[in-house]
């Protein structure tokens, strides 16, 4: 199986401080991966790296041939203002913006498509909700069913199950095992190690450089973890230029 | 009676006919742009544009008179060159929009003032102001009528992005590349309607027909197409109204117009069905579920 993400000794970060260090790996076409490690471990950097937001400070992630743009993406804190007058279904529309461009028309095949998004996330009967109405679960459901709709080969996402109840959570789970069943690409930025363990068969933990990377059990292991807290070392203001 | 104070002035008087026309053309073209502005809180970028408009118009003067031509263009390019390098500042560095607007119109009011000193002429830049909506040409007709048609057909182009781009830009970002360009052409059309409104209502009231009819939009719609019908109609009567108002008790016609408007605005306020204060005050039993 070929690989749909290529790290090459990538190297991400902010004013040329790095936050992700000198990575190298592939992730297979079809996978399912966890990325684990602290606060300030470089998850969302690397993510940011990987939709393009983020340019490399040294060497490059390659994506298979893959548009940046058709890469589903789930920032940690997405930049929706809530106090905008749109409504759900608008919202989740958006999610056909590569089949729609700038002008496509939402037909009745596009309708359907659309409703039937929302029933996948349980928000049938809330198309004409505000979103400023939602509380803070819908609203994530609703961010998935967007998702649902790009219908893309490589999805990214932010740890998608912060300040989540349960229920929820275990519903959006669900989905994301389809997406795998699909064989579709996964990355998914996580804290919940019981959630890890028990949905996602490969994991990375990262703690600014690669610590662990491999089937999920060998990987969470207590001295692997530990040894994450520790290389999270703090920014420093006077670091000398990596020659590595 | 009510024929004479509402409908004779306009049958009587050719230039009541042509302010009416271009009023309602400026609130066709603003009414959107201002309710964008606002859902982008951006509703004192109107204000600062007109400031760096304003130079532009003036050294238009001093080039070559009362041109309408060469004080629109001049306000044109003052004002597209200075949308465009602030909009490019604010995606490009830390600075946020508001504050590389500032910084530019600052600077093009300060070039505006120098070279105007330098030349030494007194222009009247009250003229520029407030306008002279009872005495449109056909030249600024044309101008206005324009400037409302290329409006609505690039909002139109634009919508789709335009929209996804106020409520969610990382989106847009993470989908597409016309976030920038689309922000820009969006600035451009602030531009190109304030300067056809300062033809007629002077550039300070140009940016109260833009502004004034979005807020009593969001007074009354939940969803944006309703808030641009609003403001558009809204609009569109303080422009009829005002004119009226003008014509009976003397009062200039481009304040009377956003007085109108500043009035419709009260009322919103007070008795407005989205978040209005009697709503506020006196909102029902709460409901079951």
Known sequence: MNAQLRFNNVTLGYDRHPAVHHLDGDVKTGALVAVVGPNGAGKSTLFKGVVGVLKPLAGSIGLNGLDPREIAYLPQAAEIDRSFPINVYDMVSMGLWRKTGLFGGIGKKEQHTVERALETVGLTGFEQRSIGTLSGGQLQRMLFARLLLQDARLIVLDEPFNAIDTKTCSDLLELVRRWHGEKRTVLAALHDYEVVKSHFPETLLLAREKVAWGETPSVLTAENLNKARRMCEAFDEEAHACVA | ?289
């Open chain 2, 1 to 289: 009676m009510l024929y004479d104070t509402l409908v004779a002035p306009f049958v009587e008087f050719e230039f009541m006919r042509r302010a009416l026309v271009g009023v309602w053309g400026l609130a066709l073209g603003a009414g959107p742009i201002g309710v964008f502005l606002m859902l982008r809180r951006m509703s004192l970028v109107g204000d600062a544009m007109a400031h760096a408009i304003l130079p532009g118009a003036a050294i238009g003067f001093l080039v070559s008179g009362l041109s309408l031509l060469a004080m629109s263009t001049g306000g044109m390019i003052a004002g597209f060159l200075i949308a465009l390098l602030a909009g490019l500042v604010a995606r490009t560095t830390e600075l946020k929009e508001d504050a590389s607007l500032a910084v530019f119109f600052l600077i093009s009011l300060a070039i505006g003032v120098t070279i105007v000193s330098l030349k030494g002429t007194n222009i009247d830049l009250l003229h520029f102001l407030f306008g002279s909506v009872l005495a449109l040409d056909d030249h600024t007709l044309m101008l206005m009528a324009g400037s409302a048609t290329v409006t609505l057909a690039v909002l139109a182009l634009i919508y789709r992005p335009l929209v996804i781009e106020c409520v969610d830009p990382g989106y847009l970002r993470s989908v597409s590349w016309a976030g920038t360009p689309v922000h820009l052409l969006f600035l451009a059309l602030v531009v190109i309607n304030l300067v056809s409104g300062f033809q007629a209502l002077g550039t300070l009231l140009a940016v109260g027909i833009m502004m004034v009819p979005a807020a009593i939009g969001r007074f009354w719609a939940r969803d944006i197409t309703t808030m641009i019908a609003v403001a558009v109609a809204s609009g569109m009567i303080s422009g009829y109204a005002g004119l009226i108002l003008s014509y009976q008790s003397g009062i200039p016609s481009g304040p009377a117009v956003i007085l109108v408007a500043g009035i419709l605005y009260a009322l919103s306020l007070a008795f407005g069905s989205v978040g209005g204060l009697v709503r506020q005050l006196f909102p029902g039993r709460h409901l079951e579920a």
